[in-house]
């Protein structure tokens, strides 16, 4: 089994910043798009970003778009999402995600999941 293993979050302010790792152990992370996803108390889980195997195009929700920001690094086997100008409803744990398929919007084109995150934005 592939193992994702996320870190980073914590509680911050409203306005803050907050930097997500996501670590794998597959040797073949390259050929995996990878993206992230959070899920709120009562709400469903949703798209949040995603980046392509080679880390050349990256993909956000409208809700995040301008704030956070994706990126890989191939040879360490990391995914990391930088969150900036949080909002109290970024509040969510959030998820890494692998996809073989490649990026997708869509959380069944994801094949592989980390434990996730706790990230909790105070107003």
């Known amino acids: 089994q592939v193992q994702l293993v996320e870190s980073g979050g914590g509680l911050v302010q409203a306005g803050g910043s907050l930097r997500l790792s996501c670590i794998t152990s597959r040797r073949a992370f390259s050929l995996y798009g990878m993206g992230w996803f959070r899920q709120a108390p009562g709400k469903e889980r949703e798209f949040v970003a995603a980046?392509?195997?080679?880390?050349?195009?990256?993909y956000y929700a409208d809700s995040v778009k301008g704030r956070f920001t994706i990126s890989r690094d191939n040879a360490k086997n990391t995914v990391d999402l930088q969150l900036n100008s949080l909002e109290p409803e970024d509040t969510a744990v959030y998820y890494c995600a692998a996809s073989w398929k490649g990026t997708s919007y869509y959380d069944k084109d994801y094949d592989y999941w980390g434990q996730g995150t706790q990230v909790t934005v105070s107003s």
């Open positions: 980046i392509s195997r080679s880390g050349g195009n990256a």
